[in-house]
């Protein structure tokens, strides 16, 4: 959901030069796990040759390092709902969505919300089992959202639910705080546990009701997860995922050396050539922006017990974000750092029913110098502009070794270079951009498959809102928005909380956000295997790849 990594590790599993240090570091590894578990395995490449990792019954998959879920497989962590949000596969979740995103049962048989938006409803099936042989009940749904509400380790977000509470066997009722009908996308994704046999080595030993199951978990290496024989829905073509965790550029070295069936890239490396591998293009809503602190300097926001500093001299100023918008030259990065993988981005649901059209900013260069101009922004001999002797600059901060972003930060200082505004590129750790997160620009990404990810990152106490924005009329729209007892009447007050035609953070109002691109999501997957019909991909190459991965099949 979002770019928050305090509690995830961004450690390396390997970094090689090339393919064939590559094939000897990693190649014992795979070997390993090629020849264990469910259906028979192949003989592993050490070479460029591409051969499927098991015969029609296993799949190598690539991902990032932050992909690994550092406290394992535990829904009251970050697992399925964490920082790249996906269906947690080891558990089944009351709700999912399909490739189209809409609503579909999977524990519930049924489900509905109250007039005043307060109360949900759940009816769940009674033919559910624990991989312990336990069956699953209403009161092991309650179990796990009062316990992802209360743990304070927790990444889904439950502040609004007030408590859970099983009626039956097959019945939960969800009592909320406040109307939220956001809450289904959150549910969608949210993996219940069973309340015996729920503990501090869950997350290693997870016990579930999904269609997989872990068979092993090589911390900082790799997860293994092989198909549950008691699953009560359509059995698992793919009977076993192995995911490995690596940095983008030995994920390229493993599928040049024939290591992995689906090696994730981005667009800098999709340009290299890979025997017996095509490039899969996945339809994403990952989009990369550049925050803009809207306050002025000298302020502390205080989260978690750490004092962060507030606010921006330079982009405190409301002319200056609103010409940095209209200067931008969208596809001009696109072109130049994605090799066109992506697409132009006005905001960060663009192409989603709750997407507001005000989002949208042309490229008008001349319209930009004017605006800062009139604003009182001068440029001086060597072309750099000031007002009131504060110079039109500040650093802009990227997470080191993501090339894309770098590549992003460059291009931005370029262009921005062209209007007198002086940036100063930083790559950085988590650590470091955390600690600025509030007062220096940054490039982030961000991007799900709902609307809640629009209000994290604009309401006023809002868990993303790095701009430091505040409105209490744009608030009341997000509410209003979230207080509709269907999903579908909600999309215009979305729309009203972007530009309502007088306040908003869109381009023409407070431009508390440079959007920049979506970036498609690329893969270079073994020539053979079918991954099936993919929904839009949130944020991160990670877990929501594999979402269908028990419909994958090898042809």
């Not at 501090?200 to 290496?221: A, F, N, T």
């Given at each position: 959901m979002t770019d928050f990594g305090n509690t995830w590790t961004r450690r390396s599993f390997v970094k090689l030069a090339g393919a064939t240090a590559m094939a000897t570091a990693f190649g014992g590894t795979l070997a390993a796990c090629a020849g264990s578990g469910a259906g028979s395995s192949s003989s592993v490449s050490t070479g460029g040759a591409a051969e499927p990792s098991a015969a029609r019954s296993q799949v190598i998959v690539s991902m990032t390092p932050s992909s690994e879920p550092a406290a394992g497989f535990d829904p009251f962590v970050s697992w399925g709902c964490g920082e790249h949000v996906h269906e947690p596969l080891i558990q089944s979740t009351l709700i999912t969505t399909n490739a189209d995103l809409e609503f579909e049962n999977d524990l519930a048989v049924s489900y509905e919300c109250s007039e005043d938006g307060l109360v949900w409803t759940f009816v769940i099936r009674n033919d559910v089992k624990f991989t312990d042989g336990e069956l699953l009940t209403a009161d092991d749904v309650a179990f796990t959202l009062n316990g992802i509400k209360a743990s304070e380790a927790a990444q889904a977000d439950l502040s609004m639910v007030k408590?859970?509470?099983?009626?039956?066997?097959?019945?939960?009722?969800?009592?909320?705080?406040?109307?939220?009908?956001?809450?289904?996308?959150?549910?969608?994704?949210?993996?219940?546990?069973?309340?015996?046999?729920?503990?501090?080595?869950?997350?290693?030993?997870?016990?579930?009701?999904?269609?997989?199951?872990?068979?092993?978990?090589?911390?900082?290496?790799?997860?293994?997860?092989?198909?549950?024989?008691?699953?009560?829905?359509?059995?698992?073509?793919?009977?076993?995922?192995?995911?490995v965790f690596m940095e983008e550029d030995a994920s390229l070295a493993a599928a040049q050396s024939g290591q992995v069936d689906v090696a994730y890239t981005s667009a800098t490396l999709a340009g290299a050539q890979v025997e017996g591998y095509d490039l899969l293009n996945c339809a994403s809503v990952d989009s990369r922006g550049i925050s803009l602190p809207s306050i002025a300097p000298g302020g502390t926001k205080v989260e978690a017990g750490v004092e962060y500093p507030t606010g921006n001299a330079t982009t405190c100023d409301e002319a200056l974000r609103r010409a940095i918008n209209l200067a931008l030259d969208r596809q001009g990065i696109v072109d130049a750092v994605l090799g066109g993988y992506g697409t132009v981005a006005y905001s960060v649901s663009d192409n989603t029913p709750w997407a507001s059209d005000d989002m949208r900013c042309e490229h008008d260069f001349d319209a930009a110098c004017a605006l800062l101009d009139e604003a009182g922004w001068v440029a001086g001999e060597d072309g750099m502009r000031q007002k009131d002797g504060q110079p039109a600059a500040f650093d802009l901060w990227y997470a080191a070794g993501d090339s894309v972003r770098q590549a992003i930060a460059a291009e931005f200082a370029n262009q921005m270079a062209e209007l007198g505004i002086a940036v100063t590129i930083r790559g950085g750790s988590w650590d470091e951009i955390y600690a600025r997160q509030y007062a220096d620009p940054v490039v982030w990404g961000w991007g799900n498959n709902s609307p809640i990810e629009v209000y994290n990152l604009n309401y006023s106490s809002g868990t993303g809102n790095y701009a430091c924005y505040e409105n209490a009329v744009i608030d009341a729209h997000f509410d209003e928005a979230l207080a509709q007892s269907r999903v579908e009447d909600s999309y215009e007050h979305w729309k009203l909380a972007q530009w309502d035609g007088t306040e908003g953070f869109a381009p023409q109002g407070a431009a508390t956000w440079a959007w920049i691109a979506n970036v498609d999501h690329l893969y270079f997957c073994r020539s053979g295997l079918d991954v099936a019909e993919q929904k839009p991909h949130p944020h991160g190459h990670g877990w929501s790849l594999v979402n269908n991965v028990d419909r994958w099949s090898w042809a």
């Open positions: 408590e859970a509470v099983a009626l039956d066997d097959t019945t939960v009722e969800i009592r909320m705080e406040k109307p939220f009908n956001a809450l289904l996308y959150t549910l969608a994704v949210v993996g219940i546990v069973p309340a015996h046999a729920h503990g501090e080595d869950y997350g290693s030993h997870p016990v579930g009701s999904g269609r997989y199951m872990l068979e092993q978990w090589d911390k900082g290496q790799q997860a293994i997860l092989v198909a549950n024989p008691d699953y009560y829905g359509e059995a698992p073509l793919m009977e076993r995922l192995v995911v």
